[in-house]
């Protein structure tokens, strides 16, 4: 069965880095697009970045564009997100998800439980 | 960007109610619209893809209708497990954005 696994959250202060990272088993990792999507405390679904199955297109939402890079591994099956120069405001619950298509359309039908990242001094 | 908006924003239903959410997109975007579950703590559930298309096992008592701007998420006799918050979300184009929820609670 299809499992995604997140780790690398924690505490860090402003300005500081984190990488995540999502450990994918259960399907053909390097046949699928991935995605990360975050939800701040109490809040709602945010999207953020998503990468192509081979890693030759990225797009990011523009909150995180220039500070953070999606990234993949295929042969490691593991999808990762470096974050730097973080914000209070980036501080979340992150979660990796699959992305999947049927008759041309897609969605994200598989996620991981989630990592929390939190940015305070 | 594609903006989403939900409607309403919480509703309280008893079980055996009909419950419908409607999700409207600030521009047209063909039925690439998803509809997601999300229980307290836990991971979203995907639901519903292409506006109308259930998942493997969800069950028949969820429904999606819609086109263009406007779509539905109807639950026909709601059970004590869909009491969650509900998301829509368009893959028309990036950012892939959600709409802002709607909480089911318990009457």
């Known amino acids: 069965q299809v499992q995604l696994v997140e780790s690398g959250g924690g505490v860090v202060q402003p300005g500081g880095s984190l990488r995540l990272s999502c450990a994918a088993s259960?399907?053909?990792?390097?046949?699928?697009?991935m995605h990360w999507v975050r939800q701040g405390p109490g809040e709602g679904l945010d999207w953020m970045a998503s990468i192509h199955y081979d890693g030759t297109n990225k797009y990011y939402a523009d909150s995180v564009k220039g500070r953070f890079t999606i990234s993949r591994d295929n042969s490691k099956n593991t999808l990762s997100l470096q974050m730097n120069s973080l914000r209070a405001e980036d501080t979340a619950v992150y979660y990796c998800?699959?992305?999947?298509?049927?008759?041309?359309?897609?969605?994200?039908?598989?996620w991981g439980q989630g990592t929390l990242v939190t940015v305070s001094s | 960007d594609i903006q989403m908006t939900q409607s309403p924003s919480s509703l309280s239903a008893s079980v055996g109610d009909r419950v419908t959410i409607t999700c409207r997109a600030s521009q047209s975007i063909s039925n690439y619209l998803n509809w997601y579950q999300q229980k307290p703590g836990k991971a979203p559930k995907f639901l519903i893809y292409a506006a109308s298309s259930l998942q493997s096992g969800v069950p028949s008592r969820f429904s999606g209708r819609g086109s263009g701007t406007d779509f539905t998420l109807t639950i026909s006799s709601l059970q004590p497990e869909d009491f969650a918050t509900y998301y829509c979300q368009q893959s028309y184009s990036t950012p892939f954005t959600f709409g802002p929820g709607t909480k089911v609670d318990i009457k």
């Open positions: 259960g399907f053909t990792f390097s046949s699928y697009g």
């Open positions: 998800a699959k992305y999947g298509c049927s008759g041309g359309r897609c969605y994200l039908d598989y």
